[in-house]
């Protein structure tokens, strides 16, 4: 159907021609006869009917069939990009009788469209009841998990691995293990793992950080391979640090004690040299010193060594009080946990026994069947109290109690032994605000801060796997000849501070999404703001809603573009009118030495392709046409705007599939020809 | 009298080894660092180097290895003294050449044992 306006255009032309020419026949005749008055009007009539007709004709096809035809078409292209959008209007004009059919084909469409998705649901729960068990299971784990096809794409990774590499873009299902550990050793060893299973152990170095992984071949069809992973950075450093300590502290001490043991000798045959004796003897006491200040540097390091080397783990206070609760209602005693909970680093198993004993103890010392605990945060310190109402108990008593054993063995730790384990002792002291009694306990705090994370899994299911990776075409392929649906697409959108690229205006957030495996994921995005180092001019806040103090903070774009462009990694680009937004991103490339030379897909282009009658081809007309919902106030926010361009894509990829538009080839060769079109 | 020349930086050591070798019957001449043990070995070549390891400026390996290379002191005989308690350290001595090694601290009457051992040696060999 040609567009409206040429329509419009054909349509009064013909009724202009149709009335001016009947007008200068009726001149003509006018002038040549002598008319009587009746023959006149007859005369006039026929002259100016066909223009008159051309008129209302053409007003009737408009109304009665032209417009509701247009409305078909946007109603059949509603159809198949958003199946499931909701607000149909009605046919009208001399195509209403065609609404019943058009129902039924909606209706049948729909109904198989959900009796598709009953059925995939149905068959899809049992397996998804196994993947819930395992997911559990990974997003518990500490250990980051990483799992790779034969390509060493990544099909899975953990949340433990996504902690790891939180400030890596690269980290993203599909994607190069290359691209998120660039070690040539770790690809060769993926490429020749044994068959049987059997482990390799890999040392990885970084500039920050060490880590070391075990790679294991997994009997899988996609012939991958599983990567575990270990921060050992802190392992190393703490390793190299008390080695290091020790071989410098080792040879001073003896040779400290080598001059020392000589001097003696010396002294002892020196008889009568009473010069020499003197010499000696200063040499001696200064040895002595020397001795005594190495063996206290030895005593701090093997004290900070054990530190570090027990057994002690970041624990929430309240989860121990909570387990010596458990313990202690079996003996009828009362433990009130008190106060705000803390992270404390403690050997769990072995402070729980010996708090267990030492309540016990209390209780049978003070008569009591009620203490309550409270964790205090000191200067390095926790201190662990528990209270009673009372006086304190005394160091004697507290004397006997360190040496008591926690069990009843012979081999069985003492109460001292976890004390010095944590570098903590005892003492028992009045608490000075409540005039109660407690017995304190230092213990070492940790580093964490924050509570403990919800184990509400409900509130976070990230999209960690996919495993249907393994069945793209291997990623040197070349992407020309790649499905649409089979390719890594990065959606993105930048906000400016104006329109005037070329003129200064500069990037002031940027922001991506991801469709793989024609699914747009829903966790893996890339958003930042971008300080421009220019002021952002008004008129343009009042469209993106971003101020300069917004952006004071954020990373210049030579800080972000490298990270957009480790986003972007392989993936071909896609973007809402993306001639702007290419742009924006390539002139900045420019500035910091960054190509962005991968093809590009644009929306608006390939909107304009499939429906060349329709007039508006704006993100916010197409996500009108095709029902697609800006969250509330995500529209013009780079983010939003991408993951609409996104939701935009994949609307219009069924469309162009039936137009027979499969390869990427094929959709960058409709986008070129409408260009062109435009052009001319 | 046979003659020692001790290598040692410490100089509470060096006071005591002094005299201690003294009384064994040794005459004896001293040097705080490498260098300066170098060059009275040049103007005056001892019977037996007694050489600490760890020295300021040139360690006693390098003294070790340099007295080596020379013809005129291939043969001298030198115990090593070191603080450090590693096999590997007495490995490389003895491959660097040394006759012997001991560690801090030690009797008198063991350094004199092997010093007296190390003599004879020598002697037979002459």
Redesign the interface.
Known sequence: MPPRQHLLGLWLLLTGVLLFSGVGVLLWLDSALKLAAAQRTTIWLLCLLPGVLALVIGMLLEKRLFRPLRQFQVLLARLVAAPDAQSDFPLDGWLSPLQPDLDQIREGWRGDRERTRIAHDEGAAHAAYIQQELEGLLQILDLPLLICDEHQRLLLFNPAARTLFHDQPALGLGRQVSQLLPHTSLSEALHHLPTDGTPRQLLLPGDTRWLRCELRRLDARHGGALIVLHDTTHELEAGQRWRRALAELLPRLRGHTGSMHSAVEALLQAEDNVELKHRLVQAISEESRNLAQRVGELTRLVESQQLSQSALEDTWSNDLFQALQERLATQSIKLTAIGIPVWIRVDGPALLAMLELLILRLSASLNTHSLDVEVLLGNHRVYLDLIWAGSPVSEQLLNQWRTLPLFDDALSPKVSDVLNQHDADLWSLMRKPEARACLRLPVPSSLRGSAPRSTDAELERPEFHDFSIADLPPPDTVQAGTPLTQLEMIVFDTETTGLNLRGGDRIISIAACRIINGRLLAQDSFDQLVNPQRDIPATSTSIHGLRNEDVANAPPIDIVLPRFNQYVGSGVLVAHNAAFDLLAVRMAGDECGLTFDMPVLDTLLLSRALDPTFEGHGLDALAERFQLIFPPGTRHTALGDARVTAELLLALLPRLRARGVNTLEDALALQLRVELENKR | MARVLIVDD?P??L???E??MQ?AGLEVDTAETGESALAKIDANPPDLLLLDI?LPGISGFDVLERLREQPATRQLPVVML????REVEKEKGIALGANDYI??????QELVARIEALLGNNNRLE
């Open positions: 410490e509470n050591i006071l005591s080894l005299f201690l009384q760890s070191t603080a450090h308690g560690t801090k601290p030690f009797s008198t």
